[in-house]
């Protein structure tokens, strides 16, 4: 599948748009979200956030200077910002790949930041100023089961 192109009008049909793609979420799946500053990466986390994690769906911040949030949940989430690191190795290090392959899902801004550490079963979503409230969000995946995430969800768009 080829992708799936959205433009919303508004803070909250972006974090509607997270919710909608948070509940196909599965543990082990990998969010990279990439685009400007103000794009909506982290306003689209908080839906992510408010379908699998409820409990903590109201305490989604940047985590720009923690570089990783942790949301508890029945699903965790797992939330990351790169912005400030630019090298792969400095990443590495932080040794963070682990809750790439664990028990939750992982949301990743800045994900262009991981380059090689990047797992190969993503959905990417690039974040574009179109207007004032308005930002177009496209998504694309590869991997098995990030292919069928997106089929489910362009389905769910069409309802
Ligand atoms: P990023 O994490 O990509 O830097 P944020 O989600 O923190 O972006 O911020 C997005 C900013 O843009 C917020 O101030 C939000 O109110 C504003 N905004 C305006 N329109 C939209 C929209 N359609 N979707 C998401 N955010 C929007
Ligand atoms: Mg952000």
């Known amino acids: 599948m080829s992708g799936v192109r959205i433009t919303t009008g508004s803070p909250d049909e972006t974090e509607q748009l997270g919710a909608a793609i948070g509940s196909l979420l599965r543990p082990g799946s ?4 990439r685009g400007d500053l103000g794009g909506g990466k982290t306003c689209l986390t908080r ?11 109201g305490l ?13 949940g029945s699903t965790p989430v797992y939330h990351f910002d790169f912005y400030r690191l630019t090298c792969e190795d400095d990443i590495a290090e932080l040794g963070f790949e682990e809750y790439f392959y664990g028990d939750g899902v992982c949301v990743v801004e800045w994900s262009e930041r991981l380059a090689g550490l990047l797992p190969s079963d993503i959905l990417t979503l ?5 207007g ?13 089961k990030s292919d069928a995430v997106l089929e489910q969800l362009a389905a769910k768009l069409r309802q």
Request: no cysteine.
């Open 30 to 33: 990998f969010l990279a979200l």
């Open 47 to 57: 839906g992510v956030v408010a379908s699998l994690a409820p409990q903590s769906s």
């Open 60 to 72: 989604v911040a940047s985590p720009t200077y923690a570089i990783m949030n942790s949301y508890p």
């Open 126 to 130: 690039l974040f574009e100023y179109a």
């Open 132 to 144: 004032d409230d308005r930002r177009t969000i496209t998504i694309t995946s590869s991997g098995q």
